[in-house]
């Protein structure tokens, strides 16, 4: 194996795209509360399991962190109360690269636990 690197390709087969690919995820999020590290924590963890997604990023208002999937509100905590499970939001991103149609995300874990 004369010079290989260890280093493996994550680029999908030729005619493939990656997943999560043409999938749009807008985070609206209010900074003064200190949300943002909740923020980079979701967008890294969704990053982590497709590559290929656009995430923005938006200061929103008081107790704000709202989820966009392709313009359609899928996370509030305005509504909710807390912030949306990492596995919930992968769940809302597959089906809708896969084309499906989406549901509003209501579950959430609290904002903070106080000891």
């Known amino acids: 194996m004369s010079g290989d690197t260890g280093t493996t390709s994550v680029a999908p087969p ?3 795209t ?3 690919h043409g999938v749009r995820i807008v985070v609206e999020y209010c900074e003064p ?3 943002e590290a909740t923020y980079l924590e979701l967008a ?3 990053k982590e399991q ?3 997604i656009e995430i923005e990023s938006r200061l929103g208002g008081t107790g704000a962190f709202e989820i966009e999937i392709n313009g359609q509100l899928v996370f509030s905590k305005l509504e909710n109360g807390g912030f ?3 596995k919930d939001l992968i769940e809302a991103i597959r089906r809708a690269s896969n084309g499906e ?3 509003k995300i209501t579950n959430s874990r609290p904002p903070c636990v106080i000891l």
């Open 14 to 16: 030729p005619g493939e």
């Open 18 to 20: 990656e997943p999560g």
């Open 33 to 35: 509360c200190g949300f």
């Open 44 to 46: 890294s963890a969704v």
């Open 50 to 52: 497709y590559p290929g």
């Open 84 to 86: 949306p499970y990492e």
């Open 101 to 103: 149609p989406l549901e």
